[in-house]
């Protein structure tokens, strides 16, 4: 249970940075290249810590 609320979590600051990455006035690829950044590395955290990697 504990590690479906750790995923909850990182999940709920995953996305609150990437939508604070997509109010800022970069250009059109950046925004994008850096929220796709964000998600890849929110699963690689969830899958450490689930013990995956």
Do not use: D, T
Not at 1 to 20: C, D, H, K, R
Not at 21 to 35: D, E, N, R, S
């Amino acid at each position: 249970m504990s590690i479906l609320i750790f995923a909850l979590i990182v999940l709920i600051v995953a996305a609150l940075i990437s939508w604070a990455v997509q109010k800022l006035p970069l250009a059109a690829p950046f925004g994008m290249i850096i929220q796709a950044l964000i998600l890849i590395i929110a699963a690689l955290v969830i899958a450490r810590q689930a013990g995956l990697l």
